[in-house]
């Protein structure tokens, strides 16, 4: 019997790390950090052995919300 992991769980791009929020933003790990804690940005979806993963969705909505994205990306599924 084969169980086939990807068919169960969401698109691995629906969420994001830091790395992956560094890259959306244009900015470094240190400038991420920082963003990452401030009191408006979105609360992580879960924590991970890796790290926090929030929802690319409301990274994207808090970053047009503050002039860092001016269009919205398209999801790997589009």
């Known amino acids: 019997m084969t169980c086939n ?23 470094g790990r240190q400038r991420v950090q920082q963003i990452i804690n401030r009191r408006d940005f979105p609360k992580p979806y879960d924590e991970l052995a890796m790290g926090k993963v929030w929802k690319r969705p409301a990274v994207e909505a808090w970053a047009r919300e503050h002039g860092r994205l001016d269009e919205p990306e398209r999801s790997p599924a589009e």
Do not use: D, K, N, S
Not at 5 to 26: D, K, S
């Open 5 to 27: 992991i990807a068919y169960m769980a969401p698109t691995p791009r629906y969420l994001v790390g830091a790395a992956e929020i560094g890259q959306m933003l244009g900015v």
